[in-house]
């Protein structure tokens, strides 16, 4: 079991307040992935979880046992907290063969031998880089590196796995490898992982919780699609997607059934049931109709519930293209799967279902209506 939890955990560097009040539950099991741009402090949390930095507020327990107690000022040792902590280099000694780099722990554990040797051999299997166990750090490329830092740390058997972005070295291709392997191994251990990364793919791809960061402080929790389809204000919102999502000023009135809203794209009426508990004002407000590019289908024809729109740009990338939309002084993107050629000013017609549509108070930035 690995059952971690932190309760409002503060961390101070002088007069910089790096973590504001963390408050964070990590599932036994859980692939849980803090997300956020540089400097948010993700990586402060994963150090505090570690044993790293010790926070100045706040309680953080591993199945039950306290590990952190600011107010009694017990910080338990690293090598108490059962983990294993991968970085961002690859940290191998280098006048060690791989076996050598990967035994060395096990050794420090005073295992058999032949004990160690299976262990070696399986986190090989796993990482599928058994060919090389007897060369050494430089005569691997940098995914090989990688592959080999990973696999040490998973030879022990750690009941926790803490990555702190260990493929940001790595070039495209690999990063998309090595993603696929993380995943098997999630499955095959079990083990609780706990990744930092600030790339949105790997957090989309990988996790099945997403604790996304801002300035120091958690703005929202939730499974990878949840986050992608309802992020919970506007910053969260321009922060996940790529390309962006799509962000059109409107006006919108509650009538406490309905939610009108109106834009230069479109207008729709969203029930009561679509929409968060986030409070509305009364009468007429400003809001922000967010649309995923993806969910903005062109067609050119006419047809029912099609709006009409002038292409602005055509940009054909192969699997995909990107068509830049302009309706009346809002600007937006769509994307199409597959090549697509539109001439420049030329009408086209867009359609966007109506529960694909998120909506956020112009003046909280909140979301208030949700997508599905």
Not at 103 to 115: R, S, W, Y
Not at 316 to 332: H, I, N, R
Not at 337 to 343: K, P, V
């Amino acid at each position: 079991m690995s059952r971690i939890e932190l309760k409002h955990i503060d961390k101070f560097y002088g007069d910089n307040h790096v973590l504001r009040d963390i408050n964070l539950v990590i599932e036994d099991g859980d692939f849980m992935t803090l997300l956020g741009p540089s400097g948010c402090g993700k990586t402060t949390t994963l150090r505090v979880i570690s044993g790293l930095e010790k926070p100045q507020n706040g309680v953080m327990t591993i199945d039950g046992e306290e590990m952190v107690n600011a107010d009694t000022a017990y910080y338990a040792e690293p090598s108490k907290r059962g983990l294993n902590l991968v970085f961002q280099s690859y940290a191998l000694w280098p006048h060690m063969t791989v076996r050598g780099n990967i035994a060395f722990g096990l050794k420090i554990k005073k295992l058999p031998k032949d004990e160690i040797e299976r262990r070696v051999r399986e986190s090989l299997r796993m990482m599928r880089i058994e060919e090389y166990i007897d060369r050494y750090p430089n005569e691997l490329s940098g995914g090989q590196q990688q592959r080999v830092a990973i696999a040490r740390a998973v030879a022990s058997n750690p009941k926790l796995l803490l990555l702190d972005e260990p493929l940001s070295n790595l070039d495209a291709r690999l990063r998309v490898d090595m993603r696929s392997e993380l995943q098997r191994i999630h499955k095959e251990l079990g083990t609780t992982i706990i990744y930092v990364t600030h790339d949105q793919v790997e957090a989309l791809t990988m996790s099945t919780k997403i604790a996304l960061f801002k300035a120091g402080e958690i703005s929202q929790i939730a499974p990878p699609m949840d986050l992608y389809m309802n992020p919970i204000d506007l910053e969260a919102a321009d922060f996940i997607g790529n390309p962006r999502i799509n962000f059109l000023a409107g006006k919108a009135r509650f009538d406490g059934e309905k939610l009108h809203v109106e834009c230069e794209l479109n207008k729709w009426d969203f029930d009561k049931a679509d929409m968060t508990d986030e409070e509305v004002p009364d009468g007429e407000f400003d809001c922000v109709v967010a649309i995923r590019p993806e969910q903005i289908q062109i067609f050119e024809e006419a047809g029912e519930d099609r709006i009409p729109v002038s292409v602005y740009a055509n940009q054909p990338a192969g699997s995909e293209t990107l068509v830049s939309l302009k309706a009346g002084s809002s600007d937006f993107l769509s994307k199409q799967i597959g090549l697509a050629s539109y001439a420049l000013d030329q009408t086209v017609y867009v359609h966007v279902a109506p529960e694909k549509i998120n909506i956020y108070n112009g003046q909280t930035t909140r979301l208030i209506k949700k997508a599905y």
